[in-house]
């Protein structure tokens, strides 16, 4: 099994501390709860069970991530304690696991876990408590909200304006489309299409079937035949993995050949397509922002390789092609940048000083000329995505990138 050596998880994350001046090893400095001069201990909370375990892998990676960052050293001479509890995609589960965190743990913040419902009930009470909910994973509007919720930071790309870029894709390939529209009752679904709405503009009336599901059903099979039967030619899905890859296996069993279009929750090559059937999945269109590590365009990339080396040393089940990992890998590595910009001076203060204040920070999973930055006045953090169509082995860019900023206004 190949190992990461000190010097190549430096080169191949760009973690290194030269990076960020020159912070100091363990010693007396300002404190907040779960840090001491040897550990910070963080929490978060993964659906590893339930009705979404796949994206449990989401939680693994986080996990995994600060592993690694543990066997080179830790964080300017403190070990990370990430404590990771299972939610079952539920939010009263999510809400249970979480107080347990902040008032048993006494952990100093909670590193962002996914899921928009399971987010949502825990806001109030993290902000509440000034507890920093860092890099969420969700792209639902209600969590950029500085001036209410200031201790919850998103980090995904807003999902009115990824609806607003499918939208106008579908303008762009099929101006004269018939389009059905199957999207999940929350949050989730309700913002993607709001913005796959806007983005058609106009053509909103292209839409000739509007239906949705809950996450608790069992299939959505007959939702598709519905949608076939209305006689669209485009078929965009809104939803969650397990319902894509029902979708994607249902559309080629009725021979049914329209522009199929999923949201990028539900894009995993391994975690949904794979399980779909690739050949069933050619042609599918999507939006991307993070590298697919096994895509022969990246792969030669120092910090792909190095994902690569991670994923065969940390996460050995789980497989290179499952993106469901990347943003957890993200996820933490922007993590582990704050606090070694908070040097000494870890305070749960500080450290939201650090996480709204980033300037073009590259992540190391995304693609090229998608960068981070966000502002006290406005915490989101990603800007730009690309368009891409999946030729049955990888995501394919469609176009150029999109500039979220002013697509969805």
């Known amino acids: 099994m190949t190992l990461i050596s000190r010097r190549s998880a ?10 960020f001046g020159n912070p100091s090893r363990a010693r007396a400095g300002n404190y907040g709860p779960g840090v001491t001069n040897t550990e910070i201990k963080l929490g978060t909370t993964a659906p590893y069970s339930g009705p979404a375990s796949g994206y449990g892998v989401y939680g693994q990676a986080q996990t995994a991530y600060f592993q690694m960052i543990n066997d080179n050293g830790g964080i300017n001479g403190r070990k990370v304690n990430l404590i990771s509890l299972d ?14 965190l902040v008032e048993s743990e006494e952990v100093f913040a909670i590193a962002g876990f996914l899921g928009t419902a399971a987010n949502a009930a825990v806001m ?13 994973t969700s792209g639902a509007e209600r969590f950029n909200d500085p001036k209410e919720y200031p201790w919850i930071v998103p980090f995904y790309p807003i999902y009115v304006a990824q609806g607003a870029a499918l939208g106008a894709h579908i303008l762009s390939e099929k101006p004269d489309a018939k389009i059905a ?22 053509k909103a009336g292209a839409v000739v079937k509007e239906i949705s599901h809950e996450i608790t059903e069992p299939t959505i099979d007959n939702q598709v035949a519905d949608c076939k039967g209305a006689g669209a030619d485009v078929f965009v899905q809104l939803t969650y993995s397990k319902f894509a890859a029902q979708g994607i296996r249902k559309v080629a069993a009725l021979g049914w050949k329209p522009l199929h279009i999923i949201n990028s929750n539900c894009s995993s090559i391994g975690g949904t397509l794979a399980p779909a059937g690739l050949d069933n999945a050619r042609g599918l269109v999507s939006a991307w922002w993070e590298v697919i590590a096994t895509d022969p365009r990246q792969q030669d990339k120092p910090r792909v390789k190095a994902y690569v080396e991670f994923m065969k040393k940390y996460m050995p089940s789980v497989s ?12 933490a590595y922007m993590i582990e940048q704050v606090l070694r910009r908070c040097g000494n001076e870890l305070t749960r203060e500080n450290l939201l000083r650090h996480a709204t204040s980033l300037k073009d920070e590259q992540p190391p999973l995304f693609l090229d000329g998608i960068k ?4 006290q006045n406005d915490y989101r953090a990603v800007h730009n995505l690309q368009i891409t169509r999946f030729d049955g082995a990888n995501w394919i860019p469609i176009g150029d990138m999109v500039d979220l900023d002013g697509i969805a206004s």
Do not use: H, M, W
């Open 320 to 331: 290179i092609d499952d993106n469901t990992a990347t943003p957890g890998y993200n996820n």
């Open 372 to 375: 981070v930055a966000n502002s």
């Open 124 to 136: 109030k009470y993290l902000n509440a408590r000034k507890v920093p909910n860092l890099f969420l």
């Open 87 to 100: 939610n079952a995609f539920s939010p009263p589960k999510a809400v249970e696991q979480t107080r347990k």
């Open 181 to 202: 529209i199957q999207y999940v009752n929350d949050d989730l679904g309700k913002d993607f299409l709001r913005g796959l709405k806007k983005g058609l503009g106009s």
């Open 10 to 19: 430096i080169a191949g994350l760009g973690a290194s501390a030269l990076a």
